[in-house]
């Protein structure tokens, strides 16, 4: 990768083929992930009506008074409210907080219920609208982590191209449907703020949703220019997270991301859905068993696990 790396570059694959050539599909998301460590998705199953009615509850619920978000402020299990410069991605330079606020969504049982999370009303209304969502984002990553099993060919005694799977079961993982609200704002000259600091996600992949305004921008690996990843009409984007880093022994990318205030939008309102496919918290992080992951260093190398990754990363952030 080099600084001459453009928008332009970020693959646009189509997911269909996963359907029909499941070999080509596998080699074109393995090398996405190993190159850009981001990509565009069509095709992707996401019913376009819901994710528009998605985006409206959204809007909706972050107009209410500071005072009823609150009510349902974040808790020990990171799901709630959180409030606007509550979050600090990138602590060794960011003096404040992101300029947004968001909220985080448990997973759902089979009935549609959230987990250990008690909604807002306006969300409790419609909770089989962000239930049936959170559950098409995990389907749609364990589809991509077959791709990626089968492009690493991994043993069929190891697993195959399920051997993701067992590893991000979807009632005992740490999965996060995340939405989030980026106020507009009037830059303060003596100080540079920003939307989202620098950081890379911390689970295995992330699927996220834009709308209408951009400012999403990624640090290309061994590049030294931040590259804006612009909207592009009916596609997801797909992220590389540490998770999926640490298994492959770095040959997937997880890259910094950061989202910015630009001149044209920075009296807009922003919108996103983020989707976090995260693996079980006791699911240790060791290497994939394939033969085109690096070897590891020696015999005493130490994994840790994903729940401590995570937690790791929660620590210094909120």
């Known amino acids: 990768m080099t600084d001459t790396f453009q928008s332009k570059d970020i693959p646009i694959l189509d997911f269909s083929l996963f359907e029909t050539n499941q070999s080509l599909c596998a080699q074109q998301i393995k090398h996405a992930c190993e190159n850009f460590g981001f990509f565009y998705l069509k095709n992707h199953g996401f019913n376009e009506k819901d994710v528009e009615e998605t985006f409206h509850l959204i809007k909706l619920y972050f107009d209410q008074s500071h005072e009823e978000k609150l009510n349902y402020k974040i808790n020990e299990h990171y799901h709630g409210y959180m409030d606007l410069r509550q979050e600090l991605f990138d602590y060794k330079t960011q003096k404040i907080g992101g300029h947004k606020e968001s ?60 051997w993701f799977e067992p590893k991000h079961n979807y009632l005992k993982s740490a999965d996060c449907l995340r939405v989030l609200h980026y106020p507009p704002t009037v830059v303060n000259n003596d100080q540079e703020d920003i939307r989202a600091g620098s950081h890379s996600d911390y689970g295995s992949l992330t699927v996220l949703f834009q709308k209408d305004v951009g400012g999403l921008e990624i640090l290309p690996h061994n590049s030294t220019e931040w590259v804006p990843v612009p909207i592009i009409s009916n596609c997801v984007v797909i992220n590389v997270a540490d998770c999926l880093q640490f298994w492959s022994k770095g040959l997937f990318k997880s890259i910094k991301h950061r989202v910015v205030f630009r001149k044209d939008t920075r009296n807009l309102d ?32 130490k994994y840790i696990t994903a729940g401590e990754h995570l937690q790791d990363k929660l620590n210094v952030s909120i």
């Open 103 to 162: 909220f985080n969504f448990s997973r759902f049982d089979d009935n549609d219920d959230p987990l250990a999370q008690i909604l807002p009303p306006l969300f409790n209304e419609k909770k089989s609208l962000f239930s049936s969502l959170s559950k098409k984002c995990h389907q749609l990553c364990l589809k991509l982590s077959q791709a990626l099993a089968i492009a690493l060919e991994i043993p069929q005694s190891e697993g195959g191209k399920h």
């Open 270 to 301: 922003r919108y996103s859905i983020a989707y976090f496919f995260q693996p079980g918290s006791d699911v240790v992080l060791d290497r994939i068993p394939s033969n085109l992951i690096p070897q590891d260093d020696g015999d005493n190398t």
